[in-house]
């Protein structure tokens, strides 16, 4: 509770309805849009799961309740089972990824001259800045197939084979373009958390012998524990939803193989015209964001 | 390890970090500057302007430019109206259920948005707001709305109450005092929220790419993304696209680093 709040004259206890609305009116825009423009398509999400509703076709005409029948479909369907893997494939590499090298790149920079800071950041952030299908373009590029792309040249200085990224290690790919799109963030709010561990505390471990594995673990990181906490809550929370950089890079492919969840969801209903079946995927979307969003809210309470 | 010798450990390591981070970009201004660029890395044997003049001189990209900056703009300036006008009560009044209120604008700003598309479709079919780009702007607005909102009420709890109550006994009522004082003050937060908005709806691909269905009504993010996927595509002047799409983005975040930081440190301090 905040102190102004807290003021005595400026507070009425909560009256009658009318008052209430009458007090609150600059709430309403704000409450009227989200009504319509978020809670809408919440529950029209859930209600279309249940339907066979369709873009076109014979099925587009007649919407039919159909119970659970996408949702008994989507337990036998072997393309949900290879999503959620890839799913939870680019989730883990990204989350860990972004957060491990944020991290390390926030240590490495603590301390040091501000131009040097300033300098490397921006290298950093400059994926971040990026809008997202231009981040998916100059990652294509880098990781395309052929001996002339980015990473097969760099390769070659070393005598390596080209390797065709975007069909071998379709889903690794993008994954690393998410990794590097997203490390950034991870990296200021480490850098933000970093700068909080006194000094004191560093020299005095540092006279105790204490090498820099041992500070790392034993001053740095339960310093900003709940940093390292509220950051990968946050960032899975981002990643999960990730569809443009993937679907711009490859568009699910090759064969499905970076089909997730969104890219899954969206090629159901607007390629196979499955909007019922689309729907039902953006419930099981929403209600892993729901989950994770209840943990980290509860956590943010405490 | 002596600590002089890990310190410059430290210095080369990051300086590395910090060039494997610009590779993935120079195949994107090399290519821009190429005549005949490809998707290979390449350094262009002339530096050329070519490409840049080749996607101004085309009607249909200054079009999409246009769409994406009356998009963005339309929905910062949303989100800061409504949001300041939220956040007034929720900072200032005392109101039941307040905090659950709050925390749970906090629960839906991490809602993932993209699970909202295809009923978001439906929705728009039902309105009858399809291909409409003030239904885009309203639908964009609302799904960020929520951080917004959570990031305004905790810049306003930052604003002292002290001089609107000498206001409110002046006789001057809740939104003048509203418009008058606290909305001065609190320049950097509104900036800070109509920069993040902007640079969101700018960035913001799958949205106009559902909602919208007229090629002429296209923003920049889609223009770029069908571009991107035509056969025979003419890398150099996607490569100029790209990197004159980015541009707002890159200047409006250097603009905004100090608010940036300012907001971060706020978001923090305001916990609980």
């Known amino acids: 509770m905040t102190k102004n709040a807290a003021r005595g004259r400026l507070l009425s206890p909560a009256g009658r309805v009318g008052d209430l609305v009458y007090r609150t009116w600059m709430l309403w825009p704000a409450l009227v849009l989200l009504a319509i423009f978020f809670i809408g398509p919440i529950l029209m ?10 873009l076109s076709g014979s099925a587009a005409g007649n919407l039919r309740f ?5 949702y008994s479909r989507m337990i036998k369907d072997s393309d949900m089972v290879s999503s959620i893997r890839a799913t939870l494939l680019f989730l883990i590499g990204s989350v860990v990824g972004q957060t491990v090298l944020g991290f390390f790149m926030a240590l490495l920079m603590k301390g040091k001259s501000t131009a040097f800071r300033r300098i490397t950041g921006s290298c950093v952030l400059t994926g971040w800045v990026m809008p997202e299908v231009v981040a998916a373009i100059c990652m294509y ?4 197939s052929k001996d ?21 290690h379709a889903l ?26 006194s000094a004191d505390t560093e020299e005095s471990a540092m006279l105790d012998g204490a090498n820099r594995i041992q500070t790392l673990i034993h001053i740095y990181i339960p310093q900003v524990r709940s940093t390292i906490f509220s950051n990968t809550m946050l960032i899975t929370l981002k990643t999960i939803g990730v569809f443009d950089l993937i679907f711009t890079m490859t568009g699910g492919g090759p064969g499905g193989k970076t089909q997730t969840l969104p890219v899954y969801m969206y090629l159901q209903a607007f390629k196979s015209f499955q909007l019922g079946y689309g729907s039902a995927i953006s419930v099981v979307l929403l209600a892993l964001g729901i989950m994770l969003s209840v943990l980290y809210t509860r956590v943010y309470k405490e | 390890m002596s600590r002089k010798k890990s310190r410059t450990t430290a210095y080369i390591i990051m300086s590395a970090m910090a060039v494997i981070f610009v590779l993935p970009l120079l195949w994107v201004i090399f290519a821009s500057f190429n005549p005949d660029a490809g998707v290979g890395l390449k350094l262009p044997s002339t530096w050329v302007m070519e490409n840049y003049q080749a996607v101004l001189s085309e009607s249909k990209n200054m079009r999409s430019f246009g769409v994406g900056l009356v998009l963005s703009i339309g929905v910062a300036a949303l989100e800061v109206v409504a949001c300041a006008l939220a956040s007034y009560p929720l900072s ?15 629960f839906m700003s991490c ?6 598309m295809i009923p978001a479709y439906r929705l728009f079919v039902t309105l009858h707001l399809m291909d409409n780009l003030f239904g885009v702007v309203l639908f964009m607005a609302a799904t960020q709305l929520p951080y917004n909102m959570w990031m305004m009420k905790n810049f306003m709890d930052q604003v002292s109450i002290e001089l609107e109550e000498a206001a409110w006994v002046d006789g001057a009522n809740k939104f003048k005092s509203l418009l008058n004082i606290v909305m001065p003050l609190m320049i950097p937060g509104l900036c800070t929220i109509a920069i993040h908005s902007f640079a969101s709806s700018w960035g913001n691909f799958f949205t106009p790419f559902i909602l919208l269905t007229s090629t002429s009504k296209y923003p920049a993010a889609v223009r770029l993304f069908q571009f991107f996927g035509t056969h025979g595509v003419n890398y150099g002047h996607l490569a100029a696209y790209s990197v004159m799409y980015s541009i707002p983005s890159i200047v409006l975040y250097s603009l905004a680093q100090g608010f940036m930081s300012k907001g971060f440190i706020m978001q923090g301090a305001n916990k609980g």
């Open chain 1, 141 to 144: 590029a880098f990781f395309y």
């Open chain 1, 172 to 197: 690794l790919s993008v994954t690393i373009a998410n990794i590097w799109h997203g490390a950034a963030y991870s990296m200021m709010v480490f850098q933000a958390a970093l700068d909080n561990v």
């Open chain 2, 92 to 106: 200032r009044y005392e109101l039941k259920y307040k905090k659950t209120f709050m925390y749970t604008i906090l």
């Open chain 1, 148 to 168: 002339s792309g980015t990473v097969n040249r760099i390769l070659a200085v070393f005598g390596a084979q080209p390797v065709a990224w975007l069909y071998k």
């Open chain 1, 66 to 70: 159909t119970g659970l029948a996408n």
């Open chain 1, 45 to 54: 999400a859930l209600y279309y799961s249940f339907t066979n509703l369709a």
């Open chain 2, 111 to 116: 809602l993932p948005m993209t699970a909202l």
